[in-house]
């Protein structure tokens, strides 16, 4: 993959605060922010365009101790407002919109059907969405836009910490291993426990292979606090 300039701009100077994010000549926009700065966002003028947006909240009970709502409007500000009475769970958003301001309301509607979908197959967190909607139609050369407007999201997602759609990507069969491109297989064995696996780093990730044997659950206290968070 070839490198990408993601440009971010922190609007109030504050980490954690709103939070504006953009790729080099593409056309989406991206805004994140607490639900405590909400007020601030609804008043932006990406906020008045047609969109998608994701709603995010913290849930030790929730896959990835997190939950998950997706959806789209033609005002993302209204539906946001909306949301603030009728949906307690969250305390983050992010919007997405388009710079050019050419996204309708099927591009919205297609936008949130495909990242609906996406979260799903990653199975990273708990979604809220009760419904998966169809992906609509387009004319072949809007839906080709859109999934490259998709592809993007899932490259400056994860910049902003929101990994929700963060499909793993696949290994490519045609790249020759080498020591500078793969990482090597660690390997953990515990006899007593049955604890036989072997994990490898792929996109970023610490990630455990397939057929490695492991626990179903913790077991016991680690002499540190940091070990029940490794």
């Known amino acids: 993959m070839s490198g990408k300039q993601i440009k971010l701009f922190l609007v109030d100077g504050t980490p954690g605060g709103l939070t504006t994010a953009e790729i080099t000549n593409w056309t989406g926009h991206v805004l994140s922010a607490s639900r405590s700065d909400l007020a601030d966002l609804v008043k932006r003028d990406e906020a008045q365009r047609t969109g998608a947006y994701i709603l995010l909240g913290d849930d030790e009970a929730a896959v990835g101790n997190t939950r998950c709502y997706i959806g789209e409007a033609d005002i993302v500000a209204d539906r946001l407002r909306y949301h603030q009475r009728d949906k307690d769970f969250w305390d ?23 990242l609906i979908l996406l979260a799903t197959r990653a199975g990273r967190v708990t979604l809220e969405n009760n419904t998966a909607p169809l992906v609509p139609a387009l004319p072949e050369a809007d839906a080709s836009d859109m999934d490259y407007f998709v592809s993007q999201l899932q490259i400056v997602l994860p910049v902003l910490g929101v990994n929700a759609i963060r499909v793993p990507l696949p290994k490519s069969s045609s790249r020759l291993p080498t020591e500078a491109t793969e990482s090597p297989i ?22 455990v292979l397939a057929g490695s044997l492991v626990v179903a659950s913790w077991h016991g206290i680690g002499k540190a606090d940091s070990t029940m968070k490794a």
């Open 186 to 207: 660690f390997r953990l064995r515990h006899i007593k426990l049955g604890v036989d696996a072997q994990a490898q780093q792929i996109d970023g990730e610490f990630t």
């Open 92 to 114: 983050r958003v992010v919007v997405i919109t388009s710079k050019d301001t050419n996204l309708t309301k099927a591009h919205g509607r297609y936008l949130e059907s495909r």
